[in-house]
């Protein structure tokens, strides 16, 4: 979904764990902690994509956009880059199953700050700045892999999913559980299951329709289909 916002992917034809399957190290809970080095790296990764000052796309926008127009719309995401409320989504109809990027926490005593206030202090010559209430380990406010999805998004998702008559699955391989399986839900309760993604996935067998174009002008085209009845 963000890709053409300059974020990449991670499983894609030229995902980030394609190109470079040592980088999943950076966002994997047990060797943040355990590391400084990945973490060190890990900090690096969020300044350059911040750096880069990501952009809602077109995608985006059509979302938001048919939300404006009326349509009840809401959006379960895995992407943590807060995109969709920048292009004017309400935040309260933005679930994201892996948090946000936008925040960062300690993992000591769970204190709270921005992202940018971090970055300052990295840019500044901290590698791995600690939290200063605490001086535990701040990480971002991100899901990382070993970690639980926080229990009342993901209730709340798999209510959307369950409650849906459109369910539309954009730009995901549909390998990581439990988001993976809220496509199957959707569809067990008598939603029109859509895909839109460059490969193959898990759950194409369950799809009422499989777009196979790119996302920035499919996406588009689509949500205006649906717009029109």
Sequence with gaps: M???????????????????????????????????????????????????????????????????????????????????????????KVFELHGSARSVVCTGCNARTG?????????????????????????????????????EVLA????VAKGCQVFIAVGTTLQVQPAASLAGMAAEAGARLIIVNAEETPYDALADEIVREPIGTALPALLSRIAAG
């Design 2 to 92: 963000s890709t053409d916002s300059g974020i990449p992917d991670y499983r894609g034809p030229q995902g980030l764990w394609r190109r470079e399957p040592d980088a999943e190290k950076l966002v994997t809970y047990e060797y943040y902690m355990a590391d400084p080095e990945i973490r060190r790296r890990s900090w690096l990764m969020r300044a350059e994509v911040w750096a880069a000052a990501p952009r809602p796309n077109a995608a985006h926008r059509a979302v938001a956009e048919l939300e404006r127009g009326g349509t009840p719309v809401r959006v379960v995401t895995q992407n943590v880059d807060g995109l969709h409320q920048l292009a004017g989504m309400p935040a309260r």
């Design 115 to 151: 992202l940018e206030e971090a970055l300052a202090r990295v840019s500044a010559g901290e590698p791995d700045p600690a939290c200063l209430a605490c001086g535990g380990i701040l990480k971002t406010a991100t899901v990382m892999f070993g970690e639980r999805l926080d229990p």
């Design 156 to 159: 709340q998702s798999v209510a």
